[in-house]
C-alpha cells in the first residue's frame, strides 16, 4: 500500500476549479506537516501550499490567495482546493508528509496531473 494516495487531478479550462485530495495511512498523517508541491515540464519541484498538525497554513508566491489548503484529521486526508486556475498552473502535483521520528521522515505520492487549458 502506497503511503501517500492522490487524486482529484483532470483537464480544465481556465477559470475553473479542482479539488486534489491526499489520503495518508494515519502513522504518516497525524503528527505530520502536510503539503502539496508541484512540477511543470522543465521546472523545479515547488511548494504549493503546506498545514501543519495545528491548522496553520503556509502558500506559495505562486497561487496568491486562489488556492486553499486543508485537511481533515479523521479522515487523515489533505485537500488542495484550486480556484481561477491558469495555464501556468498546468503541472504534476504531489503531496509530501513531513514529521520528526528521530530524524526527518518525508513521504511522497505519486502525483496527480492537472492541466488547464487556455
Request: charged fraction near 20%; glycine fraction near 10%.
Amino acid at each position: 500500500q502506497e503511503p501517500l494516495v492522490e487524486s482529484g487531478g483532470d483537464l480544465v479550462q481556465a477559470g475553473g476549479s479542482l479539488r486534489l485530495s491526499c489520503t495518508a495511512s494515519k502513522s504518516i498523517f497525524s503528527s505530520a506537516e502536510m503539503a502539496w508541491y508541484r512540477q511543470a515540464p522543465g521546472k523545479q519541484r515547488e511548494l504549493v501550499a503546506s498545514i501543519t498538525r495545528g491548522h496553520v497554513a503556509n502558500y506559495g508566491d505562486s497561487v496568491n490567495g486562489r488556492f486553499t489548503i486543508s485537511r481533515d484529521d479523521a479522515k487523515n486526508t489533505v485537500y488542495l482546493q484550486m480556484n481561477s486556475l491558469e495555464p501556468s498552473d498546468t503541472a504534476v502535483y504531489y503531496c509530501r508528509s513531513k514529521f520528526w521520528l528521530g530524524r526527518d521522515r518525508i513521504y511522497w505520492g505519486q502525483g496527480t496531473q492537472v492541466t488547464v487549458s487556455s
